[in-house]
């Protein structure tokens, strides 16, 4: 509370300040404080050293005839501004004229106490020191509820998304003795009576909508009201209320684009349609403004089958606009989401089907192809240990000369080499490869199947079974190879 406390006392001293001769002038979020007088200028830096914490500038012009003295607030102080030669002769007579000289060379002492006619205007964030204080949130003075009502309808409703929907939480604080006015999951509209610990940190909003001309659009749940007092002026609440449906209907659109002063939201269904949003969003009531969220949120439940309905339904509309008819449109949209989420169960069903069958498809071809491995790996090492043994026989017997032999020996051992490398890096993998590509090539099979059943696929007993026989062929028969040939070059001689 001591924030908002700091915060009011800036109000407070902004009302003195007027009430002195001061007038305030307000642009959007911010006030400048201007005064005009005849003396020094070190009068008026007095009187605004009670805004301090809240000045985000200053700007004092002396004038004396056709020549100006320019003070500004440089990186938090005061200094006097460069300034272009003048001659100060014919300007100022000789009894100040050594102090005009130090005040145009930069002696800020002196130009303040140099007499003259002056003006000051200052820039004021008068919510500035309960946003130092607080910067997990954005803080904003908006002054009373009608100033901020006008400030959100002078502004397009799809550039409210640079003021509430961010990521830190943005506060409106208004100028009146009341707790929460109304807010959302982005922003909070408060009084001075407003307890800060009961407010959000973060904006929990979706990732909003863009198109091509407009792709910052605010999202509905950043402006969709959650909590309404009923000391809110009606004019804001209708604001709130109109851009939220705004919102609602571009979430919805197919594409977006400015014409004039409307923006053209576009319904590609059944045919193409466009409806022009006015800037300040629909002119409808209250309840309809409700409908149009109710309605975008029912779109938005993860089921893409509810907003194509929706978009069909809404080219068929022949209505000149449609932000009045959320209610009628849902009801319409409920059918054919039935109808369309009908044709995509049986499209479900029938991708699971499949995706089962050519996975029980792979699980016979890999189990073929790995008996067709062992069974050829079997034949080559019985025809080459024949071969050996023949030799072995022909040189007990003196057949063949004991080189030969050997000879003969070698080549059975590096051939059963070569057969094992083979059979790691050219038939081993193609043995495999299909299995092990089946459990990430099941979920690119169809949108319709999802992980779960992906993974019951892949889980198959017909499909572990291929998956281990192939990998235990593919690792034996390169070793039966290796140990054939140790076999061969050690055999008694």
């Not at 909590?227 to 979430?251: F, G, V």
């Not at 089962?356 to 080459?384: C, D, F, M, P």
Request: net charge negative.
């Amino acid at each position: 509370m001591a924030y908002l406390d700091t915060t009011r006392q800036m109000c407070e001293a902004i009302r003195d300040l007027v009430n002195q001769g001061w007038t305030e002038s307000r642009t959007e979020f911010r006030s400048k404080p201007k005064h005009s007088w005849t003396g020094t200028a070190r009068s008026a830096t007095q009187e605004i050293e009670a805004i301090t914490p809240c000045i985000t500038d200053v700007r004092l012009v002396g004038q004396w005839g056709t020549v100006e003295l320019e003070l500004l607030y440089i990186n938090g102080s005061l200094g006097v501004a460069p300034q272009p030669d003048v001659d100060l002769e014919g300007t100022f007579d000789s009894s100040v004229r050594e102090d005009a000289d130090r005040a145009f060379s930069g002696d800020l002492d002196a130009a303040l106490d140099l007499e003259g006619k002056w003006e000051i205007e200052a820039g004021v964030d008068i919510a500035r020191s309960t946003g130092a204080e607080d910067p997990d949130r954005t803080w904003v003075y908006a002054g009373s509820q009608a100033e901020l009502t006008a400030i959100l309808r002078n502004r397009p409703w799809w550039t409210l998304r640079d003021l509430i929907d961010c990521d830190k939480h943005s506060v409106f604080l208004v100028d009146e003795d009341s707790a929460m006015i109304c807010g959302s999951q982005s922003f909070s509209v408060i009084g001075w009576d407003c307890s800060i610990e009961s407010l959000p940190r973060t904006a929990t909003v979706n990732p909003p909508k863009g198109f091509e001309q407009l792709p910052k659009l605010p999202s509905v749940q950043s402006l969709k009201l959650t909590e309404c007092d009923h000391r809110i002026h009606k004019p804001l609440e209708n604001t709130l209320y109109r851009a939220a449906a705004a919102a609602a209907w571009a979430s919805l659109a197919t594409n977006a684009r400015i014409e004039g002063d409307l923006v053209e939201l576009e319904y590609f269904g059944f045919q193409r349609v466009s409806f022009g949003m006015p800037l300040s969003g629909p002119e409808i009531s209250l309840g309809s403004c409700r409908q149009s969220t109710e309605l975008a949120e029912w779109a938005q439940s993860n089921e893409p089958d509810k907003l194509l309905a929706i978009r069909q339904v809404i080219s068929l509309n022949r209505s000149p606009v449609i932000w009045s008819l959320a209610d009628e449109i849902r009801r319409a949209a409920q059918p054919v989401f039935v109808a369309l989420r009908s044709s995509a169960i049986s499209e479900a069903l029938k991708s699971v089907r499949e995706a089962r069958n050519s996975g029980l498809a792979i699980a016979r071809q890999t189990s073929e192809a790995a008996t067709a491995l062992a069974k050829g790996a079997v034949e080559r090492t019985i025809a080459t240990l024949a071969a050996v043994f023949g030799v072995v026989v022909a040189r007990a017997s003196q057949v063949i000369p004991v080189e030969i032999a050997d000879g003969l020996r070698i080549i059975g051992a590096a051939y059963l080499v070569i057969l094992s490398t083979w059979a790691l890096f050219v038939e081993g993998p193609i043995v495999t490869g299909g299995i092990t590509a089946l459990k990430s090539d099941v979920r690119k099979y169809s949108d319709f199947i999802s992980d779960d059943e992906a993974d019951v696929i892949t889980g198959l007993e017909a499909v572990s079974r291929a998956r281990r026989h192939a990998w235990t062929v593919r690792i034996a028969v390169p070793t039966a190879y290796i140990a054939t040939a140790l076999a061969v070059l050690t055999v008694a001689r």
